[in-house]
């Protein structure tokens, strides 16, 4: 008895998580053991400050396991930064035989600029957000006064890396957004119009975005929220090219088959 559609679709589906859950445990083991160097990369931005500011400094860890979760955090983010091209080819070969020929060649070049816009806005964060945040919350440190005590900085490893890791991967899935907009329109379901007119709309979603995936201070909010809106004005350029680029093609087809 022959396998139903429905079947053998969700045992491909099930073969390919497997693959990408095994890969993805495999690269963990991997960056466990670089966890340390990782962790270095990381803690570079605010090391350097705080290097600059001269006097001494440490990462502190308040309890017990807080140091090992930590390590073990930072090489499942790691493993996921590193396995994310797998992942994504895994799902491109899902869901490729069900589409058209000039389907799969719509999707392929999204797919491949996926991991691009995401890594710009990973960079963004490390070397453009991170030290200018990082001054900002740092210039708040006060010396001792006569009869007081210093406000010094004393980071908690995990806070740190939480934050640190938390904002790159905010920044880079938020680079996705003209990549999803374009792929839209290209795909019919909205206008280049639909996106003109929710522009403002667009703009005040950017700084509430901004406001929850960034530190609470006006540089940080700032720093994503205006690259946002930047994407969006560039998406709605590049949908008009696709948009008409795609109506042109529609009625090159009516024609031929007229």
Known sequence: MNE???????????????WCVAVLAAAFVVCYFFAKPIYGFLV???????????????????????????YLSVALWAAFFVTSPFILIQLWKF????????????FLPYLLATPVLFLAGASLAYYAVFPAAWSFFLSFETPAGPGGLP???????????????????????????????????????IQ????????????????????????????????????????YEAAIIAAGFVEKARITAKEREETQAS
């Open 95 to 106: 869901i490729a035989p069900g589409l058209y020929e000039h389907e799969r060649k719509m």
């Open 151 to 189: 406000i010094q900085l004393q980071a908690r490893v995990g806070d740190y890396l939480s934050l640190a890791m938390s904002l790159i991967l905010a920044f880079g899935f938020s680079f996705e957004l003209p990549l999803a907009l374009v792929l839209m329109v290209h795909a019919g379901m």
């Open 192 to 231: 280049v119009t639909d996106l003109r007119r929710f522009r403002r709309y667009a703009i005040v979603t950017a700084f509430i975005v901004a406001a929850i995936f960034t530190p609470p201070d006006v540089l940080s909010q700032l720093s994503l929220a205006i690259p946002l809106c930047l994407l």
């Open 4 to 18: 139903t559609p429905l079947l053998s679709h969700l045992i491909e589906l099930r073969n390919r998580l497997v």
């Open 44 to 70: 570079e931005p605010l090391a350097r400050i705080l290097a600059a500011k001269g006097g001494n400094h440490a990462m502190i860890f308040t309890q017990l396991t807080e140091a090992f979760f930590t």
